[in-house]
Protein backbone atom coordinates (compact mmCIF):
# COMPACT_ATOMS: atom_id res chain seq x y z
CA UNK A 1 0.00 0.00 0.00
CA UNK A 2 1.28 3.13 -0.72
CA UNK A 3 1.83 6.39 1.23
CA UNK A 4 -1.12 8.19 -0.92
CA UNK A 5 -3.22 5.30 -0.42
CA UNK A 6 -3.15 5.14 3.35
CA UNK A 7 -4.00 9.62 3.29
CA UNK A 8 -7.16 8.66 0.98
CA UNK A 9 -7.94 5.42 2.84
CA UNK A 10 -7.70 8.11 5.93
CA UNK A 11 -9.81 10.87 4.62
CA UNK A 12 -12.78 8.12 3.57
CA UNK A 13 -12.97 6.87 7.06
CA UNK A 14 -13.09 10.39 8.91
CA UNK A 15 -15.70 11.07 6.28
CA UNK A 16 -18.03 8.20 6.98
CA UNK A 17 -17.34 9.02 10.40
CA UNK A 18 -18.28 11.91 10.23
CA UNK A 19 -21.38 11.62 8.20
CA UNK A 20 -22.44 8.32 10.89
CA UNK A 21 -22.28 11.34 13.74
CA UNK A 22 -23.82 13.94 11.81
CA UNK A 23 -26.70 11.76 10.82
CA UNK A 24 -26.95 10.58 14.72
CA UNK A 25 -27.21 14.01 15.65
CA UNK A 26 -29.26 15.19 13.28
CA UNK A 27 -27.22 18.02 11.79
CA UNK A 28 -27.56 17.03 8.33
CA UNK A 29 -30.65 15.32 6.40
CA UNK A 30 -30.84 11.55 5.91
CA UNK A 31 -30.00 11.74 1.94
CA UNK A 32 -27.21 14.30 2.53
CA UNK A 33 -25.41 11.86 5.12
CA UNK A 34 -26.61 8.85 3.03
CA UNK A 35 -24.83 10.07 0.09
CA UNK A 36 -21.55 11.18 1.91
CA UNK A 37 -21.46 7.59 3.22
CA UNK A 38 -22.09 6.62 0.16
CA UNK A 39 -18.96 8.60 -1.00
CA UNK A 40 -16.65 7.72 1.90
CA UNK A 41 -16.98 3.97 0.90
CA UNK A 42 -16.50 4.06 -2.59
CA UNK A 43 -13.54 6.20 -2.16
CA UNK A 44 -11.54 3.08 0.47
CA UNK A 45 -12.92 0.54 -2.21
CA UNK A 46 -11.46 2.48 -5.20
CA UNK A 47 -8.08 3.60 -3.15
CA UNK A 48 -8.22 -0.04 -1.77
CA UNK A 49 -8.96 -1.98 -5.65
CA UNK A 50 -8.01 0.64 -8.12
CA UNK A 51 -8.50 -1.63 -11.03
CA UNK A 52 -12.24 -1.79 -9.72
CA UNK A 53 -12.78 1.85 -10.56
CA UNK A 54 -11.48 0.80 -14.37
CA UNK A 55 -14.02 -2.21 -14.27
CA UNK A 56 -16.99 -0.16 -13.69
CA UNK A 57 -16.35 2.38 -15.99
CA UNK A 58 -16.11 -0.66 -18.73
CA UNK A 59 -19.42 -1.61 -17.29
CA UNK A 60 -21.07 1.53 -18.23
CA UNK A 61 -19.21 2.40 -21.59
CA UNK A 62 -15.89 4.70 -19.78
CA UNK A 63 -12.79 3.84 -21.11
CA UNK A 64 -11.08 4.45 -17.82
CA UNK A 65 -11.97 4.48 -14.25
CA UNK A 66 -10.07 7.52 -14.01
CA UNK A 67 -12.48 9.16 -16.51
CA UNK A 68 -15.49 8.00 -14.50
CA UNK A 69 -14.27 9.34 -11.46
CA UNK A 70 -13.41 12.89 -12.82
CA UNK A 71 -17.17 12.66 -14.30
CA UNK A 72 -18.49 11.28 -11.31
CA UNK A 73 -16.69 14.56 -9.50
CA UNK A 74 -17.88 17.29 -11.84
CA UNK A 75 -21.32 15.70 -11.38
CA UNK A 76 -21.32 16.03 -7.70
CA UNK A 77 -19.69 19.09 -7.81
CA UNK A 78 -22.47 20.62 -9.84
CA UNK A 79 -25.40 19.01 -7.49
CA UNK A 80 -23.72 20.50 -4.58
CA UNK A 81 -23.21 23.64 -5.96
CA UNK A 82 -27.47 24.09 -7.24
CA UNK A 83 -28.26 22.88 -3.64
CA UNK A 84 -26.19 25.60 -2.02
CA UNK A 85 -27.60 28.07 -4.13
CA UNK A 86 -31.08 27.16 -3.59
CA UNK A 87 -30.54 27.30 -0.26
CA UNK A 88 -28.79 30.73 -0.35
CA UNK A 89 -32.22 31.90 -2.25
CA UNK A 90 -34.18 30.78 0.18
CA UNK A 91 -32.07 32.57 3.43
CA UNK A 92 -31.63 35.73 1.14
CA UNK A 93 -35.73 35.81 0.90
CA UNK A 94 -36.21 34.60 4.32
CA UNK A 95 -34.15 37.53 5.09
CA UNK A 96 -35.47 40.08 2.74
CA UNK A 97 -38.90 39.03 4.52
CA UNK A 98 -37.53 39.79 8.21
CA UNK A 99 -36.30 43.36 7.00
CA UNK A 100 -39.26 43.89 5.48
CA UNK A 101 -41.01 43.08 9.12
CA UNK A 102 -39.14 44.63 11.28
CA UNK A 103 -39.59 48.34 9.16
CA UNK A 104 -43.24 48.08 8.56
CA UNK A 105 -43.20 47.08 12.60
CA UNK A 106 -40.50 50.57 13.02
CA UNK A 107 -43.14 52.94 11.21
CA UNK A 108 -46.16 51.52 12.66
CA UNK A 109 -44.13 52.29 16.56
CA UNK A 110 -43.45 55.68 15.19
CA UNK A 111 -46.66 56.59 14.28
CA UNK A 112 -48.01 55.42 17.42
CA UNK A 113 -45.04 57.66 19.69
CA UNK A 114 -44.50 60.20 17.36
CA UNK A 115 -40.35 59.33 17.96
CA UNK A 116 -38.30 56.94 16.16
CA UNK A 117 -36.94 53.72 18.72
CA UNK A 118 -33.49 54.11 19.01
CA UNK A 119 -31.22 51.35 18.13
Same mark, same amino acid.
Given at each position: ?? @??? #? #??????????I?????L???? /?G? *?V %?????L??? =???? @? !??????? !???????? #????A???L????? %??? *???? *???V? =??? /??RE =??? =? /??????????????????R??
Open positions: MT @FFQ #I #ILLTFAVISATAITLSKQV /VR *V %GAAVLLSV =LGAV @F !TLFPNSA !TAMAHLLG #IGRGDLLYLLVI %GTS *VGFL *VMYK =LRV /VR =LTL =L /VRKIAVNEVLSIGRNDQPKS
